[in-house]
């Protein structure tokens, strides 16, 4: 099947179904997940179908599908998890401060932060919060801020206001897509604020992400590659992907 009659397929597939995951697609056409996302972002330039997290939708869906936290926390568990364990390994010493994003993998990355290392601990995330509030060894502020139900994530002007007062040790970012062309993105416009502010209060930039958001773009940016430090993924990143990541001065940690 050539490239063409690939693409087409695709496309009728995903309009017949609504939403169709990278795995299905593979499976449907007998190519490999590396081959899709790369078909995918092809379409999506060209105006025919959306990128969704873990798979794709029409072109007439909702500009802003987003799913919430508690769907999100289901999807990858066994790459979330050991993703989390190793971005503790960057922790800065103790004593310093860290900031902690809204996600599901930075709420188990928050879990897991050893009793024996005194942080400040600075979120928006009402999950992160709610895990570290009361441990002896966490000082922790909770960003002001109106709190969306999709993300429980406080943003808005007054989290981004605060966050333009504080300089962290090391930012540890979610993200709902990352291009190795276009950045970091999410497709909410107050969330991007927020994240945005998130990325540039920390003196370091660590992004802890699943292979399965790599080449998906949603609608905003947030970050471009240069302002991240390290992108915590699993093996499931593409040898391409790594070297594009690898050009942009991104150190890439597999789990």
């Known amino acids: 099947m050539y490239a063409e009659e690939r693409q087409q397929a695709m496309v009728q597939l995903i309009g017949q179904q609504g939403r169709v995951s990278v795995a299905e697609l593979a499976a449907n056409l007998a190519v490999t997940t590396e081959t899709v996302r790369r078909d995918l972002s092809a379409l999506e330039r060209m105006g025919l179908i959306r990128r969704v997290h873990g798979g794709a939708v029409p072109a007439s869906a909702l500009a802003a599908i987003e799913s919430g936290i508690s769907e999100r926390d289901q999807d990858n568990t066994e790459a979330k998890d050991a993703i989390a364990v190793a971005a503790i390994a960057l922790l800065p010493p103790p004593g310093s401060m860290i900031i902690i994003d809204a996600g599901s993998t930075t709420a188990r990355f928050a879990a897991l932060l050893p009793r ?120 499931g990143i593409s040898d391409d992907d790594a070297s594009a990541l690898a050009a942009a001065d991104v150190e890439v940690v597999i789990a």
């Open 116 to 235: 024996d290392h005194r942080l400040t601990v600075v979120t928006h995330a009402v999950s992160v919060a709610a895990r570290l509030a009361g441990l002896p060894h966490i000082d922790l502020f909770l960003l002001p801020g109106r709190v969306r139900t999709t993300t429980h994530a406080a943003v808005g002007a007054e989290t981004v206001a605060a966050l333009s007062n504080i300089r962290a040790d090391v930012s540890f970012l979610a993200t709902n897509g990352i291009s190795t062309t276009f950045g970091l993105t999410t497709p909410d416009r107050d969330e991007a604020a927020t994240k945005r502010a998130l990325a540039a209060a920390g003196r370091r930039a660590v992004v802890l992400a699943d292979s399965t958001k790599i080449g998906v773009e949603s609608s905003l940016r947030f970050a471009a590659l240069s302002e991240i430090d390290v992108l915590v993924t699993d093996s």
